[in-house]
């Protein structure tokens, strides 16, 4: 099987980034460049720069999935509900769930992308593995 387009993969990095941003941005007072919005978006470059130089990693593919599920349960889920252990007691608002619904929705394709991907890569590793022994 063919890796997950690199194109394919930025486009899901920068989706869940901006799906972050927008939630930020609507619900806190924060600006682009504060580090809460910034470090994201370092991460969500490296992880894409890693990606276009190795489509075919596992690990790269593997850390992607990771960085969207966190942001998904963490960002988009968790932090919305009031839970004791949280260092803050979020709104408990329509616009505050939905701000949240955008956040996690924008996980999503990153969420499913990666996941791909690091199946894909994966079953190659697998297969060259086998390979090797067999010769």
């Known amino acids: 099987m063919r890796p997950i387009p690199r194109l394919t993969m930025a486009v899901a990095l920068a989706i869940s980034w901006a799906s972050m941003l927008a939630h930020n941005l609507y619900e806190l007072p924060l600006s682009p460049v504060d580090p809460e919005n910034s470090g994201p978006l370092v991460v969500a470059v490296a992880l894409g720069l890693a990606y276009a130089a190795r489509p075919d990693s596992f690990l790269v593919a593997t850390l992607a999935f990771a960085w ?3 942001n998904l349960v963490i960002g ?3 932090s919305v509900l009031p839970l004791s252990f949280l260092p803050f ?3 408990q608002t329509v616009t505050h769930y939905g701000a ?3 956040y ?3 996980q999503v394709p ?3 992308v990666a996941y791909r ?3 894909i890569a994966g079953a190659s590793r697998k297969r060259s593995t086998t390979d090797t022994v067999a010769r």
């Open 110 to 112: 990153l969420v499913v």
């Open 89 to 91: 007691v979020p709104e």
């Open 68 to 70: 969207g599920v966190l």
């Open 76 to 78: 988009g889920v968790l």
């Open 104 to 106: 996690t929705l924008g």
């Open 100 to 102: 949240h619904v955008v």
């Open 117 to 119: 991907a690091a199946r």
